[in-house]
């Protein structure tokens, strides 16, 4: 429930910003009508805090009406993902320099699986200043439907006006499980939209599924040393953020497109608090996109110094991968963080994955255990990385790397 108190001052500044335009001036004094959903965007700038919202208890709520799995579709400039990251992995109908980010792909593959259980819809919420037949690439991946918010101020990014969008979204259609990527944008987006709609957010999730009908989401917990699983029962929607490169990718269905449901959201400027006066991109070793990467061959402790990660860095450039390490390894100074695969590092998916050294803390297995395939390298036979391994070979990695080194320049033409 909404109400405006007797301290309105009838300045205006309510109207213009309402997404639904559900807020009118009358008698000095603004009234709301039926058109409002409680998204908030009055409470924001109400300069006399005249406007207040009453949430219904969740003990209390009705969750019956609540329906459908919903991912939120990142866009990013074509510099910012940087080609291909697998196969079917990018967008075929990209336009203007900005594509959805790889893991939007992700989430929509696993949120497919839970639509099905569950005998609901999966849909893409996409905010955006201009729809390039984005909902070509989103049926392919699974989507039933897009919903479609086109306004300029959507080009660039902006915590108020973007959680304003889906908050709104949210208490209009009511789905049931909303999904991010645990990216920079989807870990401030998600809490925000969390925290207006009075619900909960599991972040940095690694598996996700359905258990009696309630959306069971799996986190490392205590420093990743334990998997913690995570319900809501008594708060809609269940919210969670995805790590990238957890997730697989389901085979593209291209021709199958989802349908588009446009949603005619006002969006006010005077909702931004915060206005980015200049950017400023640091430009990272070319050489390191773990993340994109379909070959990673991975050096730990047991590497010992940086005259030894060498054979690592040979051996990559004969299979065309990219040097990874473990978080050991990184900080004894022996590679820069950059490379570090982990739950603290990248989240890494590659075709394959070689690791030399590395006893395979739960930290590290986590963000590498979702690759194709895993050949592990270690003097210790009971080492936890042999667990995750296809292939494992125990023995001296200084004595391997090098064999194998020479083995595949034989095999050079």
Same mark, same amino acid.
């Given at each position: 429930?909404?109400?405006?108190?007797?301290?309105?001052? @009838?300045?205006? $500044?309510?109207?213009?910003?309402? #997404?639904?335009?559900?807020?009118?001036?009358?008698?000095?004094?603004?009234? !709301?009508?039926?058109?409002?959903?409680?998204?908030?965007?009055?409470?924001?700038?109400?300069?006399?805090?005249?406007?207040?919202?009453?949430?219904?208890?969740?003990?209390?709520?009705?969750?019956?009406?609540?329906?459908?799995?919903?991912?939120?579709?990142?866009?990013?400039?074509?510099?910012?993902?940087?080609?291909?990251?697998?196969?079917?992995?990018?967008?075929?109908?990209?336009?203007?320099?900005?594509?959805?980010?790889?893991?939007?792909?992700?989430?929509?593959?696993?949120?497919?699986?839970?639509?099905?259980?569950?005998?609901?819809?999966?849909?893409?919420?996409?905010?955006?200043?201009?729809?390039?037949?984005?909902?070509?690439?989103?049926?392919?991946?699974?989507?039933? /439907?897009?919903?479609?918010?086109?306004?300029?101020?959507?080009?660039?990014?902006?915590?108020?006006?973007?959680?304003?969008?889906?908050?709104?979204?949210?208490?209009?259609? /009511?789905?049931?499980?909303?999904?991010?990527?645990?990216?920079?944008?989807? %870990?401030?987006?998600? #809490?925000?939209?969390?925290?207006?709609?009075?619900?909960?957010?599991?972040?940095?999730?690694?598996?996700?599924?359905?258990?009696? @009908?309630?959306?069971?989401?799996?986190?490392?917990?205590?420093?990743?040393?334990?998997?913690?699983?995570?319900?809501?029962?008594?708060?809609?929607?269940?919210?969670?953020?995805?790590?990238?490169?957890?997730?697989?990718?389901?085979?593209?269905?291209?021709?199958?497109?989802?349908?588009?449901?446009?949603?005619?959201?006002?969006?006010?400027?005077?909702?931004?608090?915060?206005?980015?006066?200049?950017?400023?991109?640091? /430009?990272?070793?070319?050489?390191?996109?773990?993340?994109?990467?379909?070959?990673?061959?991975?050096?730990?402790?047991?590497? $010992?110094?940086?005259? %030894?990660?060498?054979?690592?860095?040979?051996?990559?450039?004969?299979?065309?991968?990219?040097?990874?390490?473990?978080?050991?390894?990184?900080?004894?100074?022996?590679?820069?963080?950059?490379?570090?695969?982990?739950?603290?590092?990248?989240?890494?998916?590659?075709?394959?994955?070689?690791?030399?050294?590395?006893?395979?803390?739960?930290?590290?297995?986590?963000?590498? /255990?979702?690759?194709?395939? !895993?050949?592990?390298?270690?003097?210790? #036979?009971?080492? #936890?990385?042999?667990?995750?391994?296809?292939?494992?070979?125990?023995?001296?990695?200084?004595?391997?790397?090098?064999?194998? !080194?020479?083995?595949?320049?034989? %095999?050079?033409?």
């Amino acid at each position: 429930m909404i109400n405006v108190s007797p301290k309105c001052i @009838g300045c205006n $500044k309510c109207v213009p910003v309402c #997404p639904f335009a559900a807020i009118q001036l009358i008698d000095k004094k603004a009234v !709301i009508n039926e058109a409002c959903t409680l998204c908030g965007a009055c409470v924001q700038v109400c300069p006399v805090q005249a406007i207040e919202i009453s949430r219904e208890e969740t003990a209390t709520r009705d969750l019956g009406g609540y329906k459908g799995v919903w991912v939120f579709v990142e866009l990013v400039e074509d510099r910012a993902v940087g080609g291909a990251a697998k196969e079917g992995g990018q967008p075929a109908h990209a336009k203007q320099g900005r594509k959805i980010r790889p893991v939007t792909f992700e989430l929509l593959s696993i949120g497919r699986k839970l639509a099905d259980q569950l005998g609901e819809e999966l849909c893409a919420v996409l905010l955006t200043d201009k729809n390039y037949g984005y909902e070509k690439d989103l049926g392919a991946y699974g989507a039933d /439907k897009v919903y479609l918010v086109e306004n300029p101020e959507l080009y660039e990014y902006n915590t108020d006006i973007f959680s304003t969008a889906i908050v709104a979204l949210t208490h209009k259609h /009511k789905p049931s499980i909303m999904l991010y990527g645990a990216t920079i944008m989807g %870990r401030d987006l998600a #809490p925000r939209v969390a925290s207006s709609l009075y619900t909960g957010l599991t972040a940095d999730c690694t598996a996700l599924a359905i258990k009696d @009908g309630q959306l069971l989401q799996s986190r490392p917990a205590f420093g990743g040393n334990i998997m913690a699983d995570i319900l809501s029962p008594r708060s809609r929607p269940q919210m969670s953020t995805v790590r990238p490169n957890v997730m697989k990718l389901s085979d593209p269905i291209y021709g199958k497109i989802a349908v588009t449901v446009r949603e005619d959201i006002k969006i006010d400027k005077g909702l931004r608090r915060v206005k980015v006066l200049e950017r400023k991109l640091e /430009k990272a070793d070319a050489g390191v996109k773990l993340d994109e990467a379909r070959v990673i061959v991975s050096g730990g402790r047991g590497m $010992k110094t940086k005259e %030894r990660f060498k054979h690592l860095e040979e051996l990559c450039r004969l299979l065309g991968g990219v040097v990874g390490a473990s978080r050991g390894a990184v900080d004894m100074g022996l590679k820069d963080k950059t490379h570090q695969v982990g739950q603290s590092g990248t989240t890494v998916s590659p075709k394959l994955y070689l690791s030399f050294g590395i006893s395979g803390a739960v930290q590290h297995i986590v963000g590498m /255990k979702a690759s194709d395939v !895993i050949v592990a390298v270690n003097n210790d #036979p009971d080492a #936890p990385i042999f667990n995750v391994a296809k292939y494992g070979i125990v023995g001296d990695a200084h004595e391997i790397a090098p064999k194998l !080194i020479e083995a595949l320049k034989k %095999r050079k033409p």
